[in-house]
């Protein structure tokens, strides 16, 4: 008998193995930091309440979200926007004023114009050139313009003129804490950052800050350390109980040449669905997130064109009856994923009355043609044009499987719904397109390392003849045009409740996933600093 010569992509072994994570403790459990908490947010309703200018309540508003409070204050946020939009009228001549406004008022879904902004425009059309010593106005200027939407050319302008002088004046600032907030904003904007990341940063810079109120500091403190062993919790069970299944299944043992990444498959749930209430919506992604994995790495890595094509088939027809045909390893991950999507429909069934395992079975069908597809591109040596590489890689990311699994977790199924999104409008189109494109910028070069089916990257430049670096700035384009489309389709016209902030976080999570490099892949440098940050630190409190 030939023997297969299979392919290896040689991935890192994970150091977040059982033993590291069932060592995790947290001392901020149990009702004294429960009452404790209560008496806090209580302090900073009545501050909300007796904060009356609008500049100051545009403040305390933007201090309370950045500080990851929003969930706690949200009825009282709500009305206090409802009541600045109403009432803006006059011109505003202020920066950073105008700017925050901006920002917060389109944060909540508010038709904020562009043209708010002219009273700040000379006669030519640009920015008046003393804007530019104004920093704090300038950071302002810059974070709000990443709440533009396709089409809006004074908001492109904004991001410019603000980018531009930043970037002059970051070296020639002296005050420390400035300085830090503008290499801050420069790194990662606030609209597109992962929002426990965020809120651990900006604790640490608020707190020394002159305007810092303390109530805030401590709520935001203790806040962030529960959440923590809420997180810290999730993922021992996890690691351990929830997860027999994987262990018994021998898929870590018989699947050794996959990627097995447990933490950061819950670090990606995490940013999905970062509230605390959210445990069981982070237990299945994070479960379905480990099948798309290893799925994707039999396709990728390991399987014969003939092994993917039984394999593709088998899915398709989601039958144990055809296993035989299987090799192996393929029997195991099939069982694996079979068991695991149909327990999963069994409790929506249970909870919500609907059956979804049919949605299912066709988004796991779904995307592994799509990998099969690629898997063939690879094997003959085609490289795909760009739009018919793109065409295939938002699904292949598995965009809309994902978001389909938050979607039947967060919210009460309606049939309506359910048949909109299955025709993959906006609010599942252009996040699972970020994913793709962010991922194609972090990995490509790895992958095409090792061997692996072009990506965008390599699409245009054989399309086009350009150079790899104008590959890279071109795909940051599309990146960009993408984002303001989920601007425009998810945030301004919130097509699902409840939904919207989910899909706009499959953005943020995959920005910051791929921000530094295949931060999945090779999960050891900042992928693991930001998982000790979110999971094992807790932040000092006295």
């Known amino acids: 008998m030939e023997k297969v010569i299979r392919r290896s992509a040689n991935y890192q072994a994970s150091i977040w193995d059982d033993d590291y994570i069932q060592s995790f403790a947290s001392p901020y459990t149990g009702e004294k930091y429960v009452r404790e908490a209560e008496k806090l947010k209580d302090q900073v309703k009545i501050l909300i309440h007796e904060t009356e200018y609008e500049l100051d309540q545009l403040h305390l508003i933007d201090n309370v979200m950045r500080l990851g409070l929003y969930g706690h204050f949200k009825d009282q946020i709500a009305k206090m926007l409802d009541k600045i939009y109403e009432a803006q009228e006059r011109k505003e001549k202020d920066l950073h004023f105008t700017s925050l406004k901006f920002r917060l008022l389109r944060q909540h879904g508010c038709h904020v114009p562009q ?38 050319s004074i908001m492109d302008l904004a991001k410019d003129f603000s980018l531009t002088h930043l970037t002059r004046r970051l070296d020639q600032i002296t005050e420390s804490h400035l ?12 609209h597109w950052s992962l929002q426990k990341l965020e809120a651990k940063w900006f604790i640490q810079v608020y707190e020394n800050s002159s305007e810092a109120n303390l109530t805030l500091v401590e709520l935001a403190k203790l806040e962030y350390n529960m959440v923590q062993a809420t997180y810290q919790k999730e993922l021992k069970r996890l690691s351990s109980y929830n997860f027999i299944w994987y262990k018994e299944t021998g898929l870590p043992e018989k699947l050794g040449f996959v990627r097995h990444r447990l933490a950061e498959c819950f670090m990606w749930a995490l940013g999905l669905a970062p509230e605390p209430h959210l445990g069981y919506v982070r237990e299945i992604l994070t479960k379905m997130l480990v099948m798309v994995t290893i799925i994707d790495d039999i396709y990728d890595v390991y399987g014969t064109s003939e092994e993917l094509q039984l394999f593709t088939h088998t899915i398709e027809r989601w039958d144990i009856n055809s296993l035989d045909s299987l090799p192996e390893y393929m029997k195991i991950c099939f069982l694996a994923l079979f068991n695991s999507v149909n327990k999963f429909a069994y409790h929506i069934l249970r909870d919500q009355g609907f059956n979804v395992i049919s949605n299912l079975r066709n988004l796991w069908a779904e995307l592994c043609r799509a990998y099969y597809l690629e898997a063939t591109w690879f094997h003959s040596g085609y490289v795909p044009t760009t739009d018919e590489y793109l065409n295939i890689a938002w699904i292949s990311v598995a965009g809309p499987l994902i978001l389909f699994c938050c979607y039947f977790t967060t919210n009460p199924i309606k049939m309506k719904e359910l048949n909109s999104l299955e025709q ?3 609010i599942i189109r252009w996040p699972a397109t970020v994913v793709r494109l962010a991922d194609d910028l972090g990995t490509s070069s790895d992958e095409m390392k090792r061997g692996d089916v072009p990506k965008s990257i390599q699409c245009y430049m054989k399309e086009t003849g350009c150079s790899e670096e104008d590959a890279r700035k071109h795909i940051k384009q599309l990146i960009d045009t993408a984002l ?17 902030q989910t899909a706009m976080n499959v953005g943020r999570i995959s920005l ?6 295949d931060g999945f892949g090779l999960p050891h440098f900042e992928t693991k600093k930001n998982l000790v940050s979110l999971v094992v630190q807790p932040i000092p409190m006295p």
């Not at 008046?128 to 704090?136: F, I, S, T, Y």
């Not at 300085?179 to 606030?190: D, S």
């Not at 998810?490 to 409840?498: A, D, F, G, K, R």
């Open 115 to 152: 043209e708010v902004f002219c009273s700040l425009m000379d006669e030519e059309g640009s920015f008046k050139a003393c804007l530019c010593e104004d920093v704090r106005g300038l950071i302002s200027l810059y974070e709000a313009s990443y709440l533009s939407v396709e089409g809006e």
């Open 179 to 190: 300085k830090e907030q503008v290499r801050h904003a420069l790194e990662v904007p606030l």
């Open 424 to 426: 993959y409008p906006g």
């Open 484 to 500: 303001k489309l989920m601007n425009k389709e998810i945030l301004m016209e919130n097509p699902i409740n409840n939904f919207g």
């Open 512 to 517: 910051c996933m791929y921000q530094h490099g």
